[in-house]
């Protein structure tokens, strides 16, 4: 049986490695649940386990909304679909000019006129906890069950709570 802190840290490193590779979530405020939007998460390279960035505009439903630090959550899947994530944490505006300066990219300049837009707004995503789901394949999933083998066995090792 595989120990419960192993899991947890391949699991945090899963989807640390993933987020970093694959970047969309649907973002939301808690008291917001379904009205998530996709942004663009990104990482400082000095802290490559968070806090999360997020540019937007100041126009947006969710900057309108934020007032101060709010209760948050982001959902995420992988590319591949081989990894799944909820993530809570906190959300706030931190138009910090450096960390601009840092996350600065073609990607975010072309939604914007320059660094200097009066529109930018810098969302800082603190996570606290999250829940990791790896997908185990259905297809052979199915196989199992027309064999007669219960296939949550193959499961049980591919979910992790885990604390960010």
Known sequence: MRDDKQNESEAREGFWSALKSDMTV???LDEQAG?????TAQLRDEAPEGPIYF???SDT???RALDGERSAFFTFADKGHALFATVQGSLKIDNDPT???DLWNRFVAAWFDGREDPKIRLL???PTEGEIWFDANSFIAG????LGIDPKED??????????
């Open 55 to 57: 540019f937007t505009s």
């Open 124 to 126: 800082r995503f603190e």
């Open 35 to 39: 009205h998530a939007q996709p942004m």
């Open 99 to 101: 960390t601009i300066d």
């Open 26 to 28: 649907m973002l939301a």
């Open 61 to 63: 439903d969710l900057v």
């Open 143 to 146: 196989v199992k069950m027309m």
């Open 155 to 164: 499961y049980k090792d591919k979910t992790a709570q885990i604390s960010l």
